[in-house]
Nanobody
Framework: QVQLVESGGGLVQAGGSLRLSCTAS????????MGWFRQAPGKERNFVAS????????NYADSVKGRFTISRDNTKSTAYLQMNSPKPDDTAIYYC?????????????????WGQGTQVTVSS
C-alpha cells in the first residue's frame, strides 16, 4: 500500500482558486493511479477526478469538469487538484487515493490506499 498525505485545503471564496496536493510514499518500483474523492457533511463520498500513472489518462466528475484539473509529478511522488472557480457546493473533505493496479476506474473500491482528508470550505 501507499501512504498518502494531503495538503492545501482551507477556506476559499467562490470564484477563487485553490490547489490541493497529495504526496505519496511508496516502494520505488510501484506504479499507481491517483484520484480525488470528496465527502460533504451527511453525504456519501463521491469521485472527483483521477489520473493514470503515466498522466495521459484523466477522468472527472461532471460536476467539476472545466473547473478542476488533476495532474501529477512522479519525480515528487505528488498529485495535485487545481480547483478553479469553486462553488459553495464544492465544500467537503477531500480525500486523495491510490489505485495500485492503475485500472483507470473511478469507483472508490478500486482504490486501495487513502489519505486522511483535507477540508475545503467555499464561501459565497
Amino acid at each position: 500500500q501507499v501512504q498518502l498525505v494531503e495538503s492545501g485545503g482551507g477556506l476559499v471564496q467562490a470564484g477563487g482558486s485553490l490547489r490541493l496536493s497529495c504526496t505519496a510514499s511508496q516502494r520505488p518500483d510501484s506504479t499507481y493511479a491517483m484520484g480525488w474523492f470528496r465527502q460533504a457533511p451527511g453525504k456519501e463520498r463521491n469521485f472527483v477526478a483521477s489520473i493514470s500513472w503515466s498522466g495521459t489518462e484523466t477522468n472527472y466528475a461532471d460536476s467539476v469538469k472545466g473547473r478542476f484539473t488533476i495532474s501529477r509529478d512522479n519525480t515528487k511522488s505528488t498529485a495535485y487538484l487545481q480547483m478553479n472557480s469553486p462553488k459553495p457546493d464544492d465544500t467537503a473533505i477531500y480525500y486523495c487515493a491510490a489505485d495500485s493496479t492503475d485500472s483507470g476506474s473511478y469507483y472508490s473500491w478500486a482504490f486501495d490506499s487513502w489519505g486522511q482528508g483535507t477540508q475545503v470550505t467555499v464561501s459565497s
